[in-house]
């Protein structure tokens, strides 16, 4: 055990974990376990408070409407967002914030964005109900017109390297990850912009509203432990 935290209701309580495909911090592997450095860190709380548990990967919009939805259930890795802010109860930081960019294939030598705007001109495909998603669509993007929205991963992969789409808003983690599973590299891709702060992104685990307060806080108090011990990653 990593850690220990004397709690009284997870000894009672079973839970549903819920999450996404989210390389490389929530996935599912080749053996079919959910497995990456979010999962890492969330079986890690749960485990030393002695839940009972299973993890279960969804589509996105399905993961976040069943943590909003279901007793007892949490669901990691969501960032924070004013939109979301009242729909569940929040245990943070789970994850260090991370750079969002832009990203185009190297080939399109006729893009060449100094801002934001300057993207507007081509078609960003982003996950439906993401952060990326509602963040395009407040500075202004239109689903349909340079705004593509899909609830499929693959899909938005295949249509980004397929050049259907010109841009993927990503991380360098997670464009790193999804050219492995395609035998490409960063020498592959050029970011383009970066589209949000460091500190404009904070992933967390958010419970349904209706579950105990008292497992929310008891989580709470094991994810700062953690962080306090073996930092913030």
Known sequence: M?????????SKTELSVVTEEWRPFNYTDENGEIVGSSTIKVKAILDSLGYQYQIHSYPWVRAMEMAKTNTNTLLYSIFRTPERESLYQWVCPLMASVKIYLFHLKDRTDINLTSLDDAKKYITSVRRKTRGH????????????????TSDPEAEKRKFLAGRVHFLMQSEWEMSELLKTSNLSFKDVTRSIEVTSKNARQA???????TDKRIVSEVQDALDKYNARFGLQ
């Open 134 to 149: 509602d963040y395009l669509i407040n500075q202004g993007f239109v689903e349909g017109v340079n705004l593509d929205v």
């Open 2 to 10: 990593l850690f220990s935290v004397d709690g009284t209701a997870s």
């Open 204 to 210: 967390c685990i958010a419970f349904s509203k209706s």
